[in-house]
């Protein structure tokens, strides 16, 4: 048997694709996918869902004119086999690491991306507005947007939709159904429909049938249209999208690359109104091992081609995303009233272990973030106790909600903020940086934030405890520092801090996941001969007054740090401090957060050092400002 030649080694962007023969994408496909199997081996990431695309994305840059056609990979997990076959794949194997590749779709990165995806759901409101925008310039080109079931659970999805279907506009939209069942197995008459739903001869046909309709008595015109109706929606599933105003097509093999080609390029050709294409793929598919998991294989470490098996984390210390899960089992041991709510993400946040033992008590309420968090206010209303795990990053897709619906009616919702801080290879767009300004500001909100894992447990038990009004805890991503753990949370003070060292001549005054770099900068400032107190101050609000005003009295330098951006903790401490006028004189003051940047993916203690919020740089910042106040230190800043 003759060996074949590679072919994806002649594709450096999908112009390169176009030139082949059809039946020469098969080949295309499966080289695609051991390509980014191998590639993800290396560096980890997301696998399962861009295994699940590959056909498709081969499919629809040989039938769309990319990149003057736009398309649009929604979330951007599947978008790998795209990134390979759109000029990077010299580069694939840095994809999520320093300087390299982002794991989703980036402006800044190709002009193949042309919106960049990293949340959820967004994909058809960005090409409903590129659509639009074609129109209004006179151009032709198509939008194509590919979304996944999971994101279409989201409102905003619906919401654009709507829009579009109210508009006309002619937008093409790919559901990438690999999970719910939206409809049945697909088979080779489904295959036949969709290619003649997506025909000209049959888009003809059934505008001819309308206009008829319309030219009949009112009451037999919209029964006709109700019997046309019917019928489509009895043969496709589509009612749905077309009462959105969609036109339907599919369902569809997604992994048939005969199947996938005649219906694109059949609404590519087509001048009518918006489209959705309903594609059915596997996630993991073409990979056994991932077929095999219960997740597909979504995001994985670095692991064995062979066997599947993948790099295990050397820590002994216990994750702090597990630590909130275990400290809310027990309070929920003790009180029937807790529940918890997730958006889309049991097993990121805990609430997969919390479910396994209350699953009566759980409740996924999929990619929707905004209803979550309405749904936990009236939870509230009922004398429930209701935890929302939710991604620091995420919970910004619900802000009105929790300024309505929880804060403005002092709601007791507790939020627990997983993913605080930097993150990593999932880089700007999954960085917990700015849930500390943008709840510390709220009225009636007490937040508080998790030095270690012990204190975690700690506020997981405070948060159930406290029934006055809305409480958010945040937490980092990863293992905790092996701190000593306590059977079952302590009940904190609500604002108060703690005194972790005791020093005399500088404070450092830490709030949340940097206690430890204080600790260590504080054994290296003593080195040099500074005396120095480390506070752990828990709350960022209410802020501890009194710890705050003694740390600046008994103190010459004052530095507070926190992993999050500008307008936070800091914030509050010197509006504390000036409050009672002790910005006017003595203490000098400094606050230390993220710099006012987006820092890209890097291991999280390169991003942390980018973000001037390691030891080293807290050590720096002490020296600069002893030279600034003229303290006779006998340092320079350039001596740290």
């Known amino acids: 048997m003759a060996v074949k030649t590679p072919l994806l080694d002649g594709i450096s962007t999908p112009a390169d694709l176009r030139r082949l023969d059809k039946k020469d994408l098969r080949q295309v496909a499966d080289e695609l996918r051991a390509e980014m199997i191998d590639a993800v081996s290396v560096t980890g990431g997301h696998l399962g869902a861009g295994l699940g695309v590959v056909e498709l994305t081969v499919a629809i840059h040989y039938v769309f004119n990319t990149p003057d056609d736009r398309l649009i990979w929604d979330v951007g997990h599947q978008a790998y086999p795209h990134k390979i076959i759109t000029g990077r794949r010299d580069r694939i194997r840095t994809i999520r690491q320093g300087g390299g590749l982002s794991g989703f779709t980036k402006r800044a990165e190709s002009e193949y991306d042309p919106f960049g995806t990293a949340h959820s759901s967004t994909s058809i409101s960005a090409g409903l507005g590129m659509a639009v925008g ?54 080779a008459m ?47 599933g589509g009612t749905l999208f077309e009462e959105l105003g969609f036109y339907y097509v599919g369902p569809i093999d997604g992994h048939n690359i005969d199947h996938l080609l005649p219906v694109l390029s059949n609404v590519r050709d087509t001048e009518t109104g918006p489209v959705i294409i309903h594609a059915r793929t596997q996630k993991g598919k073409g990979y056994a091992p991932a077929e095999a998991s219960a997740d597909k294989y979504h995001g994985v470490s670095k692991f064995n081609v062979i066997t599947g098996e993948q790099a295990k984390a050397t820590s002994n210390a216990p994750s702090y995303t597990k630590v909130f899960a275990q400290g809310l089992i027990q309070e929920a041991r003790q009180d029937d009233r807790i529940v918890a709510i997730t958006a889309a993400m049991p097993s990121g946040t805990g609430v997969d272990l919390f479910g396994k033992e209350f699953p009566e008590r759980t409740f996924d309420v999929g990619i929707a973030e905004q209803h979550g968090v309405t749904f936990a206010a009236g939870l509230a209303t009922e004398g429930m106790k209701p935890f929302a795990a939710i991604y620091s990053t995420f919970l910004q897709r619900a802000y009105d909600q929790v300024v309505h619906d929880v804060a403005i009616q002092n709601l007791p919702v507790r939020f627990a903020m997983d993913r605080a801080g930097l993150v990593g290879a999932d880089g ?30 700690h506020m997981v038990r405070t ?91 008994e103190h010459e330098v004052m530095i507070t740090v926190e992993e999050a951006a500008i307008g936070g903790f800091g914030s509050h401490v010197l509006y504390t401090l000036s409050q009672h006028g002790l910005l006017d004189h003595g203490v000098a003051v400094r606050t230390m957060v993220m710099r006012d940047i987006f820092i890209d993916q890097d291991k999280p203690e390169a991003m942390y050092e980018e973000a001037g919020l390691d030891s080293a740089a807290i050590v720096r910042r002490v020296f600069e400002v002893l030279e600034r106040s003229g303290a006779r230190t006998g340092l320079r800043a350039s001596d740290a």
């Open 134 to 187: 074609r129109d209004l310039s006179g151009g032709n080109n198509n939008v194509i947007a590919v979304i996944g079931d999971g994101a279409m659970s989201a409102g905003m999805a619906y919401e654009a939709m709507n829009n579009a279907g109210g508009m006309n506009s002619r937008l093409i939209v790919i559901l990438n159904d690999n999970d719910m069942s939206i409809a049945p197995p697909v088979g």
């Open 190 to 236: 489904a295959a036949y429909l969709a290619r003649l739903f997506s025909g000209r001869a049959y888009q003809s046909l059934r505008e001819a049938g309308k206009n008829l309709a319309q030219k009949l008595p009112k009451a037999l015109e919209i029964g006709a249209l109700r019997a046309e109706e019917f019928a489509r929606g009895m043969v496709t």
């Open 428 to 457: 700007p767009t999954h960085a917990g940086s700015f849930d500390l300004a943008y709840l510390g500001c709220l009225p009636n909100f007490v937040v508080m934030a998790a030095g270690d894992e012990a204190e975690l447990m």
């Open 463 to 553: 948060a159930a405890a406290y029934d006055d009004g809305p409480i958010a805890f945040r937490y980092p991503r990863g293992e905790g520092i092996g701190v000593d753990m306590p059977e079952r949370g302590e009940l904190l003070e609500i604002g108060r801090g703690r005194i972790v060292k005791e020093g005399t001549k500088v404070a450092l005054l830490s709030l949340g996941g940097r206690l430890q770099h204080a600790l260590k900068a504080a054994e290296e400032l003593e080195s040099r001969g500074l005396s120095t107190t480390v506070a752990d101050a828990r709350f960022a609000k209410p802020v501890d007054t009194d710890l705050v005003l003694r740390l600046a009295r």
